[in-house]
């Protein structure tokens, strides 16, 4: 029940432009995806983000799109889909996934650019991404992310599969392939962000900075209303939560001039912390915007 009060209360909120072919990873640095040096599609050690080129996202709230036929029949239905993702996994790709802290109990080993590939044959498609997401297996819900349309995404959805969220890989897939592009982005940030679990906390901070990055339409005060909540978790010492806190401050700051000053005041504040984790997030924070800066005046 309250579920559904959330969905109704939040739609029309305004939130999210979203690309489907980005991929996350680690802290959320930027890094070309090179399939020849990193077959399982992750990004090297202590890296973060892989990129491919997409196009331009579509709005949010534009009508539902419509599934384009599988070119392949063996595709018409999830047990076909399946199959075909089942089929592209190789030895060497699930042997590679716990070097980057992804799960390989219950992965088949497909390289991601093959997900996406899979995704492109078969299109968007809701009731396929819900059974892709029901099987469990770390591919499928990778490829869920991808093939699922955000029109029909409802805020349940999202509590369901973000209580699902047990590493970063399926965590920042879908915030950053799917999640941002729904109209109750903004609401899940504060929600999940009040979360004592782990990726759901994540996954507050994933799907901000999303948006941070992905979405055209919302004003500078959706973003400076979201400070607050990063200065409230930023001294969460858990790794993959204080990385995501320092992301979303990271991409916030790099929207423009204004929310750049704001985000730079609190990075500093942060630094100067008696909690390590809040220094860390802080300094991470600086540095970045350090860089960028020293880069835009060269």
């Known amino acids: 029940m309250q579920e559904e009060k959330d969905e109704h209360v939040e739609r029309?909120?305004?939130?999210?432009?979203?690309?489907?072919?980005?991929?996350?990873g680690g802290d959320g640095r930027a890094q070309t995806y090179d399939a020849r040096r990193c077959r399982t599609g992750w990004p090297a050690k202590g890296s973060g983000v892989m990129t491919t080129k997409t196009a331009a996202p579509k709005a949010v709230g534009k009508k539902s799109s419509a599934r384009r036929a599988a070119k392949d029949p063996a595709l018409a239905d999830v047990a076909g889909v399946l199959a075909a993702l089942k089929a592209l996994a190789t030895a060497r790709t699930l042997a590679g996934m716990s070097r980057f802290g992804l799960p390989s109990d219950n992965a088949w080993g497909v390289a991601v650019g093959d997900i996406r590939g899979l995704a492109k044959r078969t299109g968007?498609?809701?009731?396929?991404?819900?059974?892709?997401?029901?099987?469990?297996?770390?591919?499928?819900?990778?490829?869920?992310?991808?093939?699922?349309?955000p029109a029909q995404v409802t805020v349940a959805q999202m509590n369901r599969w973000c209580?699902?969220?047990?590493?970063?890989?399926?965590c920042d897939t879908a915030c950053f392939a799917l999640f941002d592009r729904t109209p109750h982005a903004f609401g899940r940030v504060a929600n999940w962000a009040a979360s004592e679990a782990e990726f759901v906390k994540r996954g507050a901070f994933a799907l901000l900075a999303s948006l941070a990055l992905h979405d055209k339409h919302s004003d500078d005060a959706a973003f400076l209303a979201c400070l607050p909540l990063i200065e409230r978790a930023a001294d969460d010492p858990r790794n993959f939560v204080k990385k995501g806190v320092s992301w979303a401050l990271r991409g916030i700051g790099g929207r423009n001039a204004a929310l750049h000053a704001e985000a730079a005041r609190l990075a500093q504040r942060l630094a100067q912390s008696s909690e390590p984790a809040a220094r860390w997030v802080g300094k991470d924070a600086l540095r970045e915007f350090t860089r960028k800066g020293a880069k835009a005046e060269d």
């Not at 209580?163 to 399926?170: A, P, S, V, Y």
Request: some cysteine; aromatic content about 10%; hydrophobic content about 45%.
């Open 12 to 24: 029309g909120s305004g939130a999210a432009g979203g690309c489907p072919g980005t991929m996350i």
């Open 124 to 149: 968007r498609d809701h009731a396929l991404a819900a059974a892709l997401w029901d099987s469990g297996v770390y591919e499928a819900r990778l490829l869920a992310a991808f093939v699922d349309d």
């Open 163 to 170: 209580r699902d969220f047990d590493n970063w890989g399926i």
